[in-house]
Nanobody
Framework: QLQLVESGGGLVQVGGSLRLSCAAS????????IGWFRQAPGKEREGVAC????????YYRDFVKGRFTISKHNAENTVYLQMDSLKPEDTAVYYCAARSSCLGYATPDMSSGTRYWGKGTLVTVSS
């Protein structure tokens, strides 16, 4: 079965850190860019960060720049999202997605070019 599985979410206090994992099964991530997205209660899904298929290029939304780090480990078939200095507004369900490229990951049309979505992992930042 071809799927992406997110893990690593949980409850953390303001200023804390979490590392999310996105593991692929049934296919390899080599040829895919991987994006991380999130959806807070009552809000639209939004792009957070993206890494190119080679892992050599990374992209971040302004609201996470300097706090989150995305990394791709093709040998492990896994992508990580290191989240530091977490804020209450980071509370959301986080999803990863395998895409043809990072182009458009930060737009409302983020599903275009997306091949696989994971089911998400919940991150709650408490104040």
């Amino acid at each position: 079965q071809l799927q992406l599985v997110e893990s690593g979410g949980g409850l953390v206090q303001v200023g804390g850190s979490l590392r999310l994992s996105c593991a692929a099964s049934g296919f390899t991530l080599d040829g895919y860019a991987i994006g991380w997205f999130r959806q807070a209660p009552g809000k639209e899904r939004e792009g957070v960060a993206c890494v190119s298929s080679s892992g050599g290029s990374t992209y971040y939304r302004d609201f996470v720049k300097g706090r989150f780090t995305i990394s791709k480990h093709n040998a492990e078939n896994t992508v990580y999202l290191q989240m530091d200095s977490l804020k209450p507004e980071d509370t959301a369900v986080y999803y990863c997605a395998a895409r043809s490229s990072c182009l458009g990951y930060a737009t409302p049309d983020m599903s275009s070019g997306t091949r696989y979505w994971g089911k998400g992992t919940l991150v709650t930042v408490s104040s």
